[in-house]
Nanobody, 115 residues
Framework: QVQLVESGGGLVQAGGSLRLSCAAS????????MGWYRQAPGKQRELVGT???????NYADSVKGRFTISRDSAKNTVYLQMNSLTPEDTAVYYC?????????WGQGTQVTVSS
């Protein structure tokens, strides 16, 4: 089993920044992909971005140039730096990791951007 603990969500004004963290523990040998999804009220969960074990990143068009994903493999931690936030970024953000072909999800952290 893999456990994920997220932190860093909160309330921020439009134009501001937040940094989310997600630490994985348990059977974490073999983590290939780490990343973030988000789900806004009344909407489906959508991909924010991913990062592979080699550091290759992929982002949704809506966050390109504003959000940055990074990882500390030694700490099994993935980060999401969010800049130039807008009210449209308001959502619950979920981290996930893929270990040996199995996806694990965090409990989610709320990000609210006020106008």
């Amino acid at each position: 089993q893999v456990q994920l603990v997220e932190s860093g969500g909160g309330l921020v004004q439009a134009g501001g920044s937040l940094r989310l963290s997600c630490a994985a523990s348990g059977r974490v040998v073999g983590i290939v992909t780490m990343g973030w999804y988000r789900q806004a009220p009344g909407k489906q969960r959508e991909l924010v971005g991913t990062i592979t074990s080699s550091g290759t990143t992929n982002y949704a068009d809506s966050v390109k140039g504003r959000f940055t994903i990074s990882r500390d493999s030694a700490k099994n931690t993935v980060y999401l730096q969010m800049n130039s936030l807008t009210p449209e970024d308001t959502a619950v953000y979920y981290c996930y990791v893929v270990v040996n072909g199995v996806a694990y999800w965090g409990q989610g952290t709320q990000v609210t951007v006020s106008s």
